[in-house]
């Protein structure tokens, strides 16, 4: 709640003010009510209120005078007149001193709630730490960090000090969805197309079931955790809520809102994969598997680990397919449009013939083609760009796609894209204040942690701590 305190010379004009609105509802309490501008003084210093509404003619120290001695104290209260008169004159000298609202009485109603929305919605904007910074807390996970966090969820009216009971929704979708603005909601952008937003687990249930209404093209791409979340959860529950966005990817024949986040053991799903070197009989093995991802026992993950798991099997008997792995799911949803469209696609990199590709491999020249397509590469790698993406764009089988790298650079594919994305990372790190999580969508990375971590992994320290250390900006992060 949002504290208030109410300033003018007359008693009734104070209970007509308290009694025009439901305070509690908009997320304010009013905390007290002084007589004159002196009085005033002293009641902020004792009450540290967040919102004055004071009138602006009184004896003594009128309303203006009040905000501008409160200016120099350094009290940056929001600060609403109150007036009997509509004078122009008076209006423009309350803007010009920063007054955040002007009403008139006798109150009206919508006109208070206007103000309060506005100046609740600014006043949230300073209390909150940035995204970057909340994405920070979630991903460290220390103690300090958890107890910080738990401090921004009570800030933002979701939890109390001692009461942990959150459900995190995840959407995969470009826009925010529109949550009710007297629902407390912390929502946090965590990668291209990608939200997070903690809710307490009633307000979460209330939503739900307002979505469970709505046609199954609508509900693509939402997904929430399991009840009971904590701060220290959080990580977890975002990778739960996740497995549910992406049951339109798997397939999944009945949308749940529970139990999708449920995971089978990995291993026990796909060991028959490991079993043996017949291509073809590896190709047989992946049909089954459709109908478990269909009934809701796999989810997306599985998919990436199934994905993942075939191209190891690949690599094992040519040794020249690793660059078709792919690091997240969201490469693997732009990569394909379900899981029946991924399966149909590696059961035809087990099947296909040898002399298939290297007929491709010896039709074409390969320095004009290695050209283009590190120009292209060079050009665009900010954008999703796999090894798969490119064998379409130039009608290219991925296995030659791959030897060129190999041949021209002495790298792999994936090791050259990775680099000129860190490289760029760590420039606009150095020399910029944007936030991490937007350096990530512009260095192709579509989600902040799976970034946080290809950085660390490349330079060896945390994005934060390279930029503490090297950059020449501070940032908000």
């Known amino acids: ?145 958890i107890t910080r966090l738990r401090h921004e969820l009570a800030l933002a009216g979701i939890v109390g000090s001692g009461k942990d009971d959150l459900r995190i929704m995840l959407t995969v979708r470009r826009e925010r969805l529109p949550i009710h603005e007297k629902t407390p909601c912390l929502t946090v952008r965590v990668g291209y197309r990608k939200f997070i937003y903690v809710m307490s687990d009633r307000d979460a249930a209330v939503f739900m079931s307002g979505l469970s209404s709505e046609s199954r093209d609508f509900l693509k791409g939402i997904g929430f955790s399991k009840k009971g979340v904590g701060p220290e959860g959080i990580a977890q529950a975002i990778q739960d809520a996740e497995h549910q966005a992406y049951q339109y990817f798997t397939l999944a024949e009945t949308y749940t809102w529970e139990g999708s986040w449920k995971t089978n053991d990995l291993k026990s799903a796909f060991i028959v994969l490991t079993e043996g070197n017949n291509q073809a009989a590896l190709a047989e093995q992946l049909d089954p598997l459709l109908s478990m991802f269909q009934s809701g026992l796999l989810n997306i993950r599985h998919a990436l680990l199934l994905y993942n798991d075939c191209i190891s099997q690949l690599c094992r008997m040519s040794r020249e397919l690793d660059d078709l792995y792919l690091i997240s799911i969201e490469q693997l949803a732009d990569q394909f449009k379900d899981v029946r469209d991924m399966i149909h696609y590696l059961k035809h990199l087990f099947l296909e013939e040898r002399t298939e590709y290297q007929h491709v491999f010896m039709q074409h020249g390969r320095s004009n083609t290695f050209s283009a397509m590190l120009k292209y590469i060079n050009d665009h790698f900010s954008e999703d760009i796999t090894i798969l993406g490119l064998s379409n764009q130039f009608n290219f089988h991925p296995k030659y796609i791959s030897q060129l790298f190999r041949k021209e650079l002495d790298k792999t594919f994936i090791e050259y894209l990775t680099g000129l994305r860190m490289n760029r990372a760590s420039v606009l790190l150095r020399s910029s204040s944007i936030p991490i999580y937007e350096i990530a969508d512009q260095v192709g990375c579509k989600d902040y942690f799976s970034f946080s971590k290809l950085f660390k992994k490349t330079m060896g320290i945390s994005p934060k701590t390279y930029r503490n250390q090297n950059g020449s900006f501070s940032t908000p992060e």
């Not at 003018?8 to 004009?13: I, K, N, R, Y």
């Not at 009694?19 to 009013?30: I, K, S």
Request: proline share 3%; glycine share 8%.
């Open 1 to 145: 709640m949002y504290k208030v305190l109410i300033v003018d010379d007359e008693e009734l004009v104070i209970d007509s003010l308290k009694a025009t609105v439901d305070w509690t509802e908009c997320g304010y309490e009013v905390i007290g009510y002084a007589l004159s501008g002196e009085e005033a003084m002293e009641a902020v210093k004792q009450l540290h209120p967040d919102v004055i509404f004071s009138d602006i003619k009184m004896p003594g120290m009128n309303g203006l005078e009040l905000k501008k001695r409160l200016d120099d104290a350094g009290i940056s209260a929001k600060f609403v007149v109150v007036s009997g008169l509509a004078e122009f004159a008076l209006v423009q000298k309350a803007i010009q001193n920063g007054i955040s609202g002007y009403c008139l009485k006798p109150f009206d109603e919508m006109e208070i709630m206007g103000y309060l929305k506005k100046l609740k919605r600014e006043l949230d904007a300073r209390r909150l730490l940035p995204e970057g910074e909340i994405l920070d807390l979630i991903e460290s996970g220390t103690p300090e960090a």
